[in-house]
């Protein structure tokens, strides 16, 4: 166990609807990551947050956005969905600080079925 | 930008065979390196991680040495178990340019026959 928590494991939905996942870091934890896994594109980096403010931004569609809330958890809001964006999304969590090499530990993923 | 090569899968190997997946990278800094297992209906986990060149990092009877002259991070085991079928992934993150994504390989299915 990772200690990274994430909401729902599985979640079906229709073309169009809107989604929010959520993800609980580490105890002490800063950081929150998330990446999507699909069999087309691999594991692809989205976005970072580090305590509340968004860090990076990686192949994250603009019909996406996450935040994180002054406890540290984090959601991701996926809307007018698609059937390509059937994946596996992963959150990660670690403590980076500037220079540092820090790991990420991964949450179990939430499975999205878009039908 | 950064990337990250790895063997294509998938791999099949009879229990107690020696294990190689190949794992080259580019990267513009002086990366971190790691390997990831994902077991079957599960998340990833950190398998092992190197952090400056000539480090080796291991885990459960795994290996990796990150060597900086050949860009290459090989995952080795030397006798494998029907409880290593996986599927592997080899990453890297470059946290001194403030990008601490994780930039990861496609990936490579190991099944191991009894």
């Known amino acids: 166990d990772s200690g990274v928590t994430q909401t729902p494991k599985h979640l079906i939905t229709a073309t169009g609807q809107r989604v929010t996942l959520r993800c609980s870091p580490r105890?002490?934890?800063?950081?929150v990551y998330w990446y999507q896994q699909s069999l087309d594109q691999g594991l692809q980096f989205l976005i970072q947050?580090?305590?509340?403010?968004?860090?990076a931004k990686g192949n994250i569609l603009e019909r996406f956005s996450a935040q994180q809330f002054p406890d540290l958890h984090s959601e991701l809001n996926l809307s007018s969905l698609e059937l390509g964006d059937s994946a596996l999304y992963f959150c990660?969590?670690?403590?980076?600080?500037?220079?540092?090499?820090?790991?990420?530990?991964f949450g179990p993923g939430t499975r999205l079925l878009v039908l | 930008g950064d990337s990250v090569t790895q063997m294509e899968g998938p791999v099949t190997l009879s229990e107690e065979a020696f294990l190689t997946i190949n794992c080259t990278y580019t990267?513009?800094?002086?990366?971190?390196l790691f390997w990831y297992v994902q077991y079957p209906g599960e998340g990833l986990q950190l398998l092992l991680k190197?952090?400056?060149?000539?480090d080796k990092g291991s885990n459960k009877g795994f290996e990796a040495t990150y060597r900086k002259e050949t860009t290459s991070f090989h995952l080795e085991k030397g006798s494998v178990q029907v409880s290593d079928s996986a599927v592997y992934f080899c990453?890297?993150?470059?946290?001194?340019?403030?990008?601490?994504?994780?930039?990861f390989g496609t990936g490579t299915r190991l099944t191991i026959i009894p």
């Open positions: 105890s002490g934890d800063l950081s």
């Open positions: 990453a890297l993150s470059d946290p001194p340019k403030g990008n601490e994504k994780l930039t």
């Open positions: 990660a969590s670690s403590t980076p600080s500037e220079g540092a090499r820090e790991t990420q530990y």
């Open positions: 990267a513009t800094g002086y990366p971190s």
């Open positions: 947050y580090y305590n509340g403010e968004e860090r």
């Open positions: 190197a952090t400056k060149a000539d």
